[in-house]
């Protein structure tokens, strides 16, 4: 009950939201009082939070409050109202009681204050114009590195996090480096002077060094370091999030625009949204399951998984042990047991939130505004279905990226760098060197295809996205090839694309397309995919990319120019590299701090 309730505060906010088309919102202008009686609930007064006030019906926007009925506190109600510290009554109980106009409802005195209701002074106006609806955040990177701040301090020891962000609205990903802890106390510091509540919300002390860069104890403060990242970024989640979880306030914008100027929302989002209906179908369904996250259940659940597959993945010195060994082969078992543990986590969530919010996806999708010719039920569930796992991967993936990237890229760290020796060997060679017939070559040289892969795989961090840059990729091979009129039919339209075909082009666009640690790419991405996602087209096209991996792992330019496939021993090519491998990897591991 708790949770439905919570979840239509969020969703009735973001509707309001939509409806004036992100420009004023009134709050504190009129109420609607629910009452609990024997016929069920009975509404008094305005229109709850739809808009009203006037016989036209398109007067103000409305509050809604809980109040104390015949059963006590009704339960569903929501408040666009902010709290301060209100004045309390002289009763002994835990509660304080405060009314508005008649109306009663209750405060918890242990709750968090900002997430509690008291009723406005006096009604007031947000312009949420410029503000984002949906930012997912996650404090990827911590390091400790020293700097000279010169005078008598000298060199001193700086924690930087690296700050990784995501818009709901336009999908877009991008990453804000080089972030201190006195950056975060500044925002902390202008935010509180907005809404005084905000000091209210827990935030991690600065780290106690000398100016060696060491703690007092004399050690590496690591361990703090691991602390206050992810104090700071509970911090940061929470503060972006209160247009939602918390009672508006009349500098709720002021509040968003600094905190997307910190995290450079006007450098990193673009203007231009694509308004297709799917595409705005599927930005809603993500932008939804997004508030399903704030649900404080999910919160910890979500933090308490992401900290036990941390704390059973190898350390840093185990993974330098591990590394030692000619095949990794326990390394290699590690990575396979964290990406399954990963992997069936995302998909119990993902079941969670597909069949509890089943209605409410339903609800969003029967819109006027998403209907039209193309949108078939399959289509429509297809559309749901990718949203709803995209977020789902922000939320879990994001936070053990670094050591499951850790993990995989020293497990297969040979394979990878065997690999792009050959993509160097192989790099610039014509279309003919493929193997790619004469009606098939094209003049464009499927570039698009391969800018796709290098844009998808190389510059996104969600597995979701990687492997929906391959589908792409793939799909633009075929859109190529009837676009130019390739093939041996009489003209466009004529002509197929044969599976024997596409695989010498698709590797021709897997090489031109210059990723880096393709090996630990295809691990990555098939031991995090849903099961699902193994049939199909999907299932189809990430087979023939793994396929077009191990083609290239065989490939050579022979001594004509000609293409020769011969397997080299990799083992034997790297074994003497390896003993200064593993103590560069030491020293690399030693001197980084966490990544989270």
Not at 461 to 487: Q, R, W, Y
Request: glycine share 10%; hydrophobic share 35%.
């Amino acid at each position: 009950m708790i949770v439905s309730r919570q979840i239509e505060q969020y969703t009735e906010r973001a509707r309001r939201w939509e409806e004036c088309g992100g420009g004023f919102l009134r709050v504190g202008e009129t109420a609607t009082v629910k009452t609990t009686g024997e016929e069920g609930n009975e509404e008094k007064g305005g229109g709850g939070l739809e808009r009203n006030g006037s016989e036209d019906g398109k007067g103000k926007v409305g509050i809604l409050l809980e109040v104390e009925g015949e059963e006590g506190i009704e339960d569903g109600g929501f408040k666009d109202v902010e709290f301060s510290t209100p004045k309390e009554d002289n009763t002994s109980s835990n509660t304080s009681r405060l009314s508005l106009d008649g109306v009663k409802f209750y405060k918890y005195d242990h709750y968090d204050h900002l997430n509690h209701p008291r009723p406005p002074l006096k009604p007031f106006s947000i312009n949420l114009q410029g503000c984002r609806k949906h930012l997912t955040i996650r404090i990827v990177g911590a390091t400790l590195e020293e700097e000279d701040v010169g005078g008598q301090q000298g060199v001193v020891s700086v924690n930087k996090f690296t700050i990784w962000c995501m818009d709901g609205e336009t999908e877009t990903e991008w990453q804000v480096p080089g972030k201190t802890w006195s950056s975060f106390k500044d925002l902390r510091r202008s935010l509180t002077i907005l809404r005084p509540s905000i000091g209210q919300v827990a935030f991690p002390k600065e780290a106690q060094s000398n100016s060696t860069g060491l703690n007092l104890f004399g050690s590496r403060d690591k361990l703090d370091l691991e602390g206050r990242r992810l104090g700071l970024e509970k911090f940061l989640r929470k503060i972006s999030t209160l247009v939602y979880t918390s009672n508006l306030h009349p500098s709720s914008r002021e509040i968003m625009l600094k905190i997307q100027e910190f995290l450079q929302c006007d450098i990193q989002i673009g203007r231009n949204i694509e308004r297709k209906r799917e595409d705005k179908l599927r930005r809603a369904v993500q932008c939804y399951t997004a508030r399903v996250f704030l649900l404080p259940v999910l919160d910890i659940l979500v933090g308490q998984f992401v900290a036990g597959v941390k704390g059973s993945l190898p350390t840093n010195a185990q993974i330098v042990s591990m590394c030692k060994q000619p095949q990794r082969e326990s390394l290699k078992a590690a990575t396979t047991s964290g990406l399954e543990r990963v992997r069936g986590f995302l998909q119990q969530l993902f079941d969670v939130v597909s069949e509890g919010c089943k209605e409410d996806l339903k609800g969003i999708s029967d819109r006027e505004v998403y209907k039209g010719k193309e949108m078939n039920e399959e289509r429509i569930e297809k559309i749901i279905k990718n949203a709803v796992r995209r977020q789902v991967e922000a939320e879990v993936y994001v936070p053990l990226r670094s050591i499951l990237s850790r993990v995989t890229v020293n497990a297969y760290r040979r394979e990878d760098v065997f690999m792009k020796s050959r993509v160097l060997n192989l790099h610039g060679q014509s279309q003919s060197f493929y193997n790619i017939p004469p009606p098939l070559r094209s003049p464009t040289k499927y570039s698009r295809a391969s800018e796709i892969l290098a844009k998808g795989i190389g510059k996104s961090t969600l597995p979701k996205d990687k492997l929906d840059a391959i589908v792409s990729s793939a799909g633009a091979i075929v859109e190529i090839f009837k676009e130019e009129g390739l093939g041996s039919g009489d003209g466009p339209g004529d002509k197929s694309l044969g599976a024997d075909d596409f695989l010498p082009i698709f590797i021709n666009c897997v090489v031109n397309s210059g990723l880096d640690r393709m090996v630990s790419l295809c691990v990555l991405v098939n031991g995090l995919v849903e099961e699902s996602g193994k049939i199909g087209e999907t299932g189809y096209y990430m087979a023939t990319f793994e396929a077009a991996v191990e083609h290239i792992k065989a490939m050579k330019v022979g001594e004509n120019g000609e293409c020769v496939y011969e397997r080299e021993e990799e083992e034997e090519e790297e074994e003497e590299g390896r003993g200064e491998d593993v103590d560069k990897l030491e020293r690399m591991l030693a001197t980084s701090g966490f990544m989270g």
